[in-house]
């Protein structure tokens, strides 16, 4: 009876614990879109827990994937969080894209000069730079431009990685090459490799620094191991390597001084 009523509202006629029938107007969703919500359910839960164990010093952003609208995810989440203590980039689950180098430029901004007005605290320049320490989640499941951008934060100098070997598949391909029925033949064609002469991330996939796994029976009960070694890893960095914003010298003495 709820066969093909995806998005279209249903009226149920229920019942309620004691027996008692009241009726009830639901909009069934989708596979997909339970998916959509169930995800969007366990980002809250992991922000909302990053932001309570760290009383507020740690950010979280979470990529799902590298399209363009993730970008726009992004940048929802990281500009609230840009003048914290540490951040968090998750990247589990991530299935790829190609937004690595823009993710990773605005994360390589770097602190030069601090504005000061007559009054209130000073700011920075680059704005919105991020000044304090950052890791980043991987799993087995990231994947294609989740892994470029996990290696890409190493490699640069960002962070530590922390989680479990990445999926290891960093061949890319595209799909311009029509045939006539206008299927497409698709075929490996975009490897990378290292300034050191190595081929990266294809058939290995990305190594973690701090290796944590979340086990199965521990993750069903809601313990989530792996952001609770980045939040512990960060809480230590932060306490050992304190990352604060340079005192404001003197104001200059700009009087003019008479001399008769």
Not at 43 to 52: A, I, K, N, P, V
Not at 81 to 86: L, P, S, W
Not at 102 to 109: D, G, Y
Not at 238 to 249: D, G, K, N, Q
């Amino acid at each position: 009876m709820l066969a093909n009523k995806v998005d279209i509202p249903v009226k149920l006629s229920l019942l309620d614990k004691s027996g008692k029938p009241f009726e009830e107007v639901v909009r069934p969703c989708s596979a997909g879109m339970d998916a959509d919500l169930r995800y969007a359910e366990w980002e809250l839960t992991c922000r909302e827990r990053t932001d309570s164990l760290s009383s507020n010093d740690i950010g979280y952003v979470n990529l799902r994937a590298m399209g363009g609208g993730d970008m726009d995810d992004f940048v929802k989440q990281f500009y609230p969080v840009f003048n914290r203590k540490g951040l968090i980039l998750d990247v589990r689950h991530n299935f790829g894209g190609n937004i690595d180098s823009w993710v990773l430029e605005k994360l390589l901004r770097k602190a030069w000069m601090y504005w000061q007005a007559r009054s209130g605290g000073p700011f920075w320049n680059m704005p919105f730079a991020f000044r304090g320490h950052m890791v980043i989640l991987c799993d087995q499941v990231t994947a294609s431009d989740g892994e470029a951008i996990t290696e890409g934060f190493r490699r640069l100098g960002l962070g530590k990685v922390i989680g479990m070997r990445t999926w290891g598949g960093e061949i890319w391909l595209s799909a311009d090459n029509r045939l006539v029925d206008n299927g497409i033949a698709s075929a490996a064609e975009l490897g990378v490799y290292g300034p050191e002469g190595k081929w990266l991330i294809e058939g290995h996939g990305v190594d973690p620094d701090i290796v944590v796994d979340n086990l199965p029976f521990e993750t069903f009960k809601g313990k989530d191991a792996q952001l609770e070694a980045a939040i512990d890893y960060l809480k230590k960095k932060i306490a050992a390597e304190p990352v604060t914003v340079p005192p404001v010298p003197p104001h200059p003495d700009k009087s003019f001084k008479y001399e008769p």
